[in-house]
């Protein structure tokens, strides 16, 4: 009895074209997340991929349709700016880089700089 009931239900499954759970975009774009998650949440927008501004494929969103940021203000309201692409936060509240700040940093993008100049004084 017992068995039967369990191979109905693993025909059952095989039927099934829609998987229940699939791959979360927001780990495919980010490289960090969740495994999987359920269909349903997935079937317009990843909420993680916009709360941080961008779309399904990692594209930043435009403007208007971003989250917005959410700080707490000098004047002790949230800020309404949008986020910036990839960041919970808008430019002015931590969204973008401030540049390296260690030795090795400064050092490492010094030597991208050289080559990145270096390639354009032989191209023209």
């Not at 068995?3 to 490289?31: H, K, N, Y």
């Not at 961008?54 to 000098?74: F, I, V």
């Not at 270096?118 to 023209?124: E, F, M, P």
């Amino acid at each position: 009895m017992l068995r039967e009931v369990l191979l109905s239900l693993q025909e059952e499954f095989a039927r099934d074209e829609t998987p229940s759970c699939q791959i979360c975009p927001f780990r495919t774009v980010t490289g960090r997340g969740r495994e999987k998650t359920c269909s349903e949440c997935t079937g317009g927008q990843c909420q993680d991929l916009q709360n941080i501004g961008l779309d399904n494929e990692g594209q930043p969103l435009p403007t208007h349709l971003r989250t917005r940021c959410g700080a707490k203000t000098r004047k002790g309201s949230s800020c309404q700016l949008p986020v910036a692409p990839g960041k919970r936060r808008c430019r002015y509240h931590g969204g973008l880089s401030t540049g390296p700040t260690s030795k090795q940093g400064r050092a490492r993008i010094a030597e991208a700089q050289r080559k990145r100049w270096a390639k354009q004084r032989t191209n023209t």
